[in-house]
């Protein structure tokens, strides 16, 4: 599958279905936000959270078009996960921002309270 082809499923969803793999290999799905930039789709979460650790630990994950419940609208795609750092992680988070408005308003107030850090992730497909 061309590449552009690969991103082209994912534009028109809220949600993907997110695939890491614990240290025993077992797959853990998990529905997240996304925003597609520059050939890439980007996540993003608590950095404390079991998908990030996941993440760190394996950088192979596979991405699926989903509805809010993870059930998959398309095809699944291996991808290789990278942290996106600085400028990067400000852009995608007003990118995401743009995208769920007053939701991700909402998921930013309750982390800030909480006195969370937040992480971003590049996935290469």
Known sequence: MREDTKL?????FEYIRLETIKKNGQVVPTPVWFVVEDDMLYVRSYANS?????MKNNPHVRVTPSDALGKPHGVTIDGLVERANGDMEIKISQRLYRKYGLMKMSFDLWGAIKQL?????????
């Open 8 to 12: 082209e499923q994912f534009r028109n």
């Open 117 to 125: 850090d937040w992480a971003v992730f590049a996935i290469k497909i």
């Open 50 to 54: 079991g998908k990030v650790k996941r």
